[in-house]
């Protein structure tokens, strides 16, 4: 059983549920057999990210490369996600958590876009857990649109080419609005990246589960928040002593998300 330390917790942790498909096929079934499984999952680690108060829970899913799948597993997902989205409703709204999409949310079906705006405006004002899913997202995408948006004011003369910093191209990152990951967890046994993220996890520590998504259990997410607060994090720098503080990366809480407010108020039910 792992043990861990409530005041080094991790404020933001990102997931990319890896693995779904495999789980299916070693049972000789079809992929979207994996992804309700996996949807299960979903379930369990919000309500455990929640318990324990984390300020920010990101979700890969569904990448903008993901489009290319198979129709009927994409129509599968898409359908997965509303049930999401429908059944979840009311543990989101009763547990205080804001519910948000980052990505390409046009290109999603009106189905899945309608339920998905209708969650996150319900749960807008709350200030418990940010819950991003990543929709339709792609870091290169994502920082692509950040540019383009930058070279429109540039070409309209409201900004001087030299005034573009990294804040400036942070603050357009929808995906960073309340701050960086400062864990990325990825399942499956993959060890890479696969375009989430890009700029958020500069100096995030990365974690990685041989567990296919649908297993992977509280227990294993405990596993990745004891082992967060087993590293050390230096940001580029160099530590002089046993006290030394490094500083932080995150973005200032934005929007009415009070860092302070992470307890549930109402117990979760479920594991
Ligand atoms: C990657 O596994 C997973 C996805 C592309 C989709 C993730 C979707 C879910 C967990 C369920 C629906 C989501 C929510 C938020 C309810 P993969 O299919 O690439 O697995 P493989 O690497 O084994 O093929």
Redesign the pocket.
């Known amino acids: 059983m792992t043990t861990l330390d409530v005041r080094t917790l991790p404020k933001h942790v990102a997931i990319t ?7 299916a096929e070693q049972r000789g079934r079809q ?1 979207i057999v ?2 309700r499984a ?2 299960q ?2 379930r369990r680690i919000v309500r455990a990210a929640r318990r324990l108060g984390l300020e920010q829970l990101t ?1 890969y ?2 990448s903008e490369q ?1 489009w290319g799948r198979p129709q009927d597993e994409v129509e599968g ?1 898409m359908a ?2 509303q049930d ?1 989205l429908l059944s979840e409703r009311e543990d989101i709204l009763n547990n205080n958590i804001r519910l948000r999409g980052v990505g390409n949310l046009s290109k999603l079906p009106e189905h899945v876009r309608e339920v998905m705006t209708s969650v996150a405006q319900a749960s807008q004002h709350n200030g418990g857990m940010v819950l991003s ?1 990543a929709l339709s997202y792609g870091g290169r995408e994502e920082i692509v649109e950040a540019a383009r948006s930058l070279a429109r004011q540039a070409a309209a003369g409201a900004l001087r080419p030299e005034a573009i910093d990294e804040e400036a191209v942070r603050a357009l990152l929808p995906s960073l609005e309340y701050g960086e990951p400062d864990l990325m967890i990825r399942t ?1 046994g993959e060890q890479r990246i696969s375009n989430f993220l890009l700029w958020g996890s500069a100096y995030s520590e990365l974690y990685f589960s041989d567990v ?2 649908p297993d992977y259990s509280v227990e294993d997410f405990y596993a990745a928040l004891g082992a967060f607060q087993g590293r050390q994090r230096r940001f580029g720098l160099v530590p002089t002593g046993p006290d030394v503080v490094m500083p932080s990366v995150e973005a200032p809480l934005r929007r009415g998300v009070s860092p302070g407010s992470s307890p549930c108020q109402t117990p979760l039910s479920g594991s």
């Open positions: 549920m890896d693995g779904n498909g495999r789980w992929r994996g992804h996996g949807s999952t979903v979700l899913a569904f993901n997902l997965l996600l999401f899913l499956g296919l998504w």
